[in-house]
């Protein structure tokens, strides 16, 4: 199973609201990462875990919360968002993470959008 | 931030043609990657090269990394209409992956 899960697919919310983005690969990895991508730009790193403990944090608004409860599991707990937070927001995997390179597997990713 | 620098930023062939786009960037890396995406959807790995290589094939597509220049190419050959999408260079720095702006490939039929 080479597949990395995201839910969900759309999601809508006012900026008063509470949600959370959920992403699940079974492939054994150890490293997992959130990214946004906003319209027509590259991926931005947010957030990597490697062996289930937040190992980088790239000065992301305290408004967006990762979580990893286990090996297999990354949420990513939005509170108060702003609209300019609508952006496609993408989840992947690697085996261990770490700056000797590794094929990243991603998911679909969750668009949002801040009303 | 971006690490990496593509052109050209848009690129439309016709089927067939071959598809060449360049990324370049700033610091020493361990390896660099590319990446498609198709319109919207999550990222698919293309290639990896290490920086003690030159030269590396994967099918139609060849990457070429030159660390005296900083920079890398990535070669299509024989485009089909369904590789169609956004492609993406990427660096990895102290386990962080960035990735640059971006080449939009349209394969006409």
């Known amino acids: 199973d080479t597949e990395v899960t995201q839910t969900p697919k759309h999601l809508v919310m006012g900026m008063t609201n509470k949600k959370s983005l959920k992403c699940e690969q079974h492939m054994g990895h150890r490293a997992m990462y959130w990214y946004k991508q906003k319209a027509k730009k590259p991926p931005e790193l947010m957030f990597v875990y490697s062996y289930e403990k937040l190992s980088i944090n790239e000065s992301v608004p305290s408004r967006f919360s990762p979580e990893c409860p286990n090996s297999s599991l990354l949420n990513l707990h939005l509170h108060a968002l702003q609209p300019e937070d609508s952006a496609l927001y993408l989840c992947?995997?690697?085996?261990?993470?770490?700056?000797?390179?590794?094929?990243?597997?991603f998911g679909p990713g969750t668009r949002l959008l801040v009303l | 931030s971006q690490q990496g620098e593509e052109d050209p930023q848009a690129l439309s062939i016709q089927e067939g043609e071959n598809a060449t786009m360049n990324c370049s960037y700033k610091t020493s890396i361990n390896n660099l990657q590319w990446y498609r995406q198709n319109s919207g959807r999550g990222l698919v790995h293309l290639i990896l090269?290490?920086?003690?290589?030159r030269e590396k094939h994967s099918g139609r597509l060849r990457v070429t990394l030159d660390t005296s220049k900083k920079s890398s190419s990535l070669l299509i050959t024989a485009s089909r209409a369904a590789d169609t999408a956004s492609y993406f260079c990427?660096?990895?720095?102290?386990?962080?992956?960035?990735f640059g702006a971006g080449t939009r490939l349209t394969v006409k039929p």
């Open positions: 990427a660096t990895d720095v102290t386990g962080d992956m960035r």
């Open positions: 992947a995997s690697s085996q261990e993470g770490g700056p000797r390179g590794e094929t990243q597997y």
């Open positions: 090269i290490r920086s003690n290589e």
